[in-house]
């Protein structure tokens, strides 16, 4: 099956994660006291108390997935998409073909996420002087690596029918209102209490200053939408036309 | 059928294919027949809709109306795509961050049928050299278009679809290609040769002429 092997793209997309992962704790510090501590506040709060940190926040929660999918983003269209015709010649196993396209992102999403991870461990390691982890911390560590692999399968998927760039744009802006939703809730302007609750995303941040986590539904629900998206790409390439 | 499922002779057969996209007809009620060793030239001025009939052969598209059958089996029925095919339609992109040789060996490790010395031989054969160590982002148009010829018969395919298959080539290439035709006919291939060019088809057993996407 087609494997797109570029190791120069493997070594950018390691390297800068690990620059991420150190210089998004240098430039944003919020005050850590632990590896624990500092994790939660790089990938998994999001302060909705005042716009200032709102934004703050924000840009520390979306930065990485705008590098990997920087990277990653058209991979769909990169190796399948514009040799359709070349490929569906030769085989008719459009699932099987998704499936290891699939399989691809994944293992680069897990091999950026801890880049990610061992960059933001060093930041910890000079300037905090700790680095002691938690089994709650691996398992957002897990969630986080889900979330992110969810967001590339989406735009991937997406691109199958729209431009690589306007799906980008439409998983951004879907997420974008999401924050605004759930901020007009916090500040009592929307009465949608259980909006936090019902929507994956809200277990990479803390609501109303505790902390949601709770990784076990959310990361059923992030399988489980994984898996529809999955089955809806393959549908779409076995039954559009290739012009 | 015995007959045929016995010695294996290919045929297509197109039985009254219509294809409509966005509420325009762009292949209107064709119904066409192709033979085994037989070199067949589509001929018809841009957006005449000789590219959709390929598509339409290839199984690429789905009419809208009619059927497409090989060796008697319907596409999109009884098979999704023509078991054995070579297909260039206009000129393929490939990955650009590939070499001619890798990019013909991650295409050949889909049916995994052709060896090495299969990929090199195609590679020669259209003119490309297979040490060339430059990555398809500084090959020409010219050399896409071979390179887009070799990964079309470097299986052996009993039906090769040419789209244009001259385009960007200089005339050495163009002499390669028409050698490279005849060969593959000769083993028994169908040949379905798409062109805006009369000269392109002039070694074509017959000619079929399209507009509006009818056949005329």
């Not at chain 2, 593959?184 to 002429?209: K, Y």
Request: overall charge positive.
């Amino acid at each position: 099956m087609i494997y797109l092997y570029n190791r120069k793209k493997r070594i950018a997309i390691i390297l800068s994660g690990i620059a991420l992962g150190f210089f998004i704790n240098y430039i944003f510090p919020l005050g850590a006291k632990d590896y624990d501590h500092q994790f939660l506040l790089t990938f998994g709060y999001i302060g909705f108390r005042d716009y200032p940190l709102l934004i703050i926040t924000f840009t520390k929660w979306i930065m990485p997935q705008i590098l990997i999918v920087y990277f990653m983003g058209n991979y769909f269209e990169e190796s399948i998409l514009t040799n359709l015709n070349m490929i569906l010649s030769r085989t008719n196993k459009v699932k099987k073909l998704l499936m290891y396209s699939s399989i691809n992102i994944f293992i680069i999403t897990v091999i950026y996420c801890i880049s990610l991870f061992v960059g933001s461990a060093i930041y910890s390691l000079i300037i905090l002087g700790d680095f002691s982890i938690s089994v709650e911390i691996i398992q957002q560590m897990f969630v986080m690596m889900l979330y992110l692999y969810l967001v590339l399968l989406l735009i991937n998927n997406i691109s199958i029918i729209i431009k690589p760039a306007h799906a980008v744009f439409v998983v951004f802006l879907i997420e974008v209102v999401i924050f605004i939703l759930i901020k007009l809730s916090f500040d009592g302007f929307l009465n949608i209490a259980s909006l936090h609750w019902f929507i994956p995303l809200r277990v990479l941040f803390y609501y109303n200053e505790k902390f949601c986590i709770n990784n076990e539904p959310t990361g059923f629900l992030i399988i489980l939408a994984i898996v529809i998206i999955f089955y809806l790409g393959s549908r779409i390439v076995e039954k559009r036309d290739v012009l | 059928m015995f007959y045929k499922e016995v010695f294996k002779i290919n045929t297509i057969h197109l039985n009254d294919v219509s294809k409509r996209i966005k509420k325009e007809y762009v292949l209107r009620n064709i119904n066409l027949t192709f033979n085994e060793g037989c070199i067949y030239g589509l001929h018809g001025i841009n957006g005449s809709g000789k590219t959709m009939l390929l598509r339409a052969i290839s199984g690429l598209i789905k009419p809208t109306e009619g059927t497409v059958s090989i060796n008697e089996k319907i596409l999109h029925k009884d098979i999704d795509f023509p078991e054995s095919i070579g297909v260039l339609i206009e000129t393929p992109d490939f990955w650009r961050n590939y070499t001619a040789i890798e990019v013909l060996s991650s295409l050949g490790r889909i049916k995994k049928i052709v060896s090495e010395d299969d990929i090199i031989n195609a590679l020669n054969r259209v003119g490309l050299e297979p040490r060339d160590k430059r990555t398809i982002k500084k090959f020409s148009l010219g050399m896409k278009q071979r390179l887009g010829i070799a990964q079309a018969i470097m299986e052996k395919p009993k039906i090769l679809l040419l789209d244009e298959p001259t385009n960007a080539l200089d005339k050495s290439g163009i002499s390669l290609i028409e050698e490279i035709i005849k060969e593959e006919s000769s083993r028994g291939t169908i040949i379905i040769i798409a062109s805006h060019n009369t000269h392109d088809l002039s070694n074509c057993d017959s000619l079929i002429e399209i507009e509006n996407g009818y056949i005329i």
